[in-house]
């Protein structure tokens, strides 16, 4: 089994807009489990998202995944990246959005119905797309992601105006990969999600506050609610400054 982290960060910064938007971020993002990328609206988290899938330019620093550069040619198939908006065409179907996306990756069509069927949207799959909610959207995009059963699965925010009964199933479906040796990189700024990760990497501002696992950020702070821990490294970060 390859012990190697997924992600490796090292020094990492980027600028957008004339401004600082990642300050110096270093981490390193183990395999086979879920990590949570968890932080207020605006602190970097798309920004890092996009420079791990290889979409962003940086300042300086690396950006290591799966044993190559971030955006390598070796990674096209090995990668799957949701973003916030939904990136599936609104005039096709759901079906026939699958249909595109498999040629893409090279896929056999009968991908579809598994992926469908894990998010939950078999149903849907002769409905236009531009008809759905935007959960629905936001789901489609996941199931095209899932056609390449990809080793690294990046999701940028994929919970966000779903029922909390679809967020319990969605959170099932990535233990189900990651319990089959995808790592996932799940982005959100609700603090609930955070007890269900195996480790969290929370930000504030462009750095990281804490990388460590729930249970431990508890004993860290002394806090047992993960947003009061939050919240507590936070104010201690302010009177080390």
């Given amino acids: 089994?390859?012990?190697?982290?997924?992600?490796?960060?090292?020094?990492?910064?980027?600028h957008r807009g004339g401004r600082m938007v990642l300050d110096g971020l270093?981490?390193?993002?183990?395999?086979g489990a879920v990590t949570g990328l968890l932080g207020p609206s605006g602190c970097g988290k798309t920004t890092l998202m996009r420079a791990i899938v290889g979409a962003q330019r940086v300042r300086s620093g690396t950006v290591e995944v799966l044993g190559h550069p971030a955006g390598a040619a070796a990674l096209r198939s090995r990668v799957g990246y949701v973003t916030q908006a939904p990136s599936v065409y609104a005039d096709l179907?759901?079906?026939?959005?699958?249909?595109?996306?498999?040629?893409?990756?090279g896929v056999r069509y009968e991908r579809a119905d598994a992926a469908l069927e894990a998010v939950a949207l078999a149903d849907r799959r002769g409905d236009v797309v531009a008809r759905l909610s935007g959960g629905q959207r936001a789901r489609v995009s996941l199931a095209c992601a899932l056609l390449g059963e990809p080793e690294l699965l990046v999701l940028d925010e994929p919970t966000v105006g779903l029922d909390p009964l679809l967020r319990r199933d969605l959170w099932r479906l990535f233990r189900e990969l990651t319990a089959g040796g995808t790592t996932l990189l799940v982005s959100s700024h609700v603090m609930d999600e955070a007890d269900r990760c195996d480790r969290l990497l929370l930000m504030r501002d462009g750095a990281f506050v804490a990388d460590d696992t729930p249970r431990a950020l508890r004993e860290?702070?002394?806090?047992q609610n993960l947003e009061s821990a939050f919240v507590r490294l936070v104010e201690r970060e302010a009177v080390a400054a």
């Fill in 1 to 14: 089994m390859n012990s190697s982290p997924a992600i490796l960060i090292s020094s990492l910064r980027v």
């Fill in 220 to 223: 860290q702070t002394g806090e």
């Fill in 26 to 31: 270093d981490c390193a993002i183990p395999r």
């Fill in 93 to 105: 179907t759901v079906a026939a959005n699958l249909r595109y996306f498999a040629s893409v990756l």
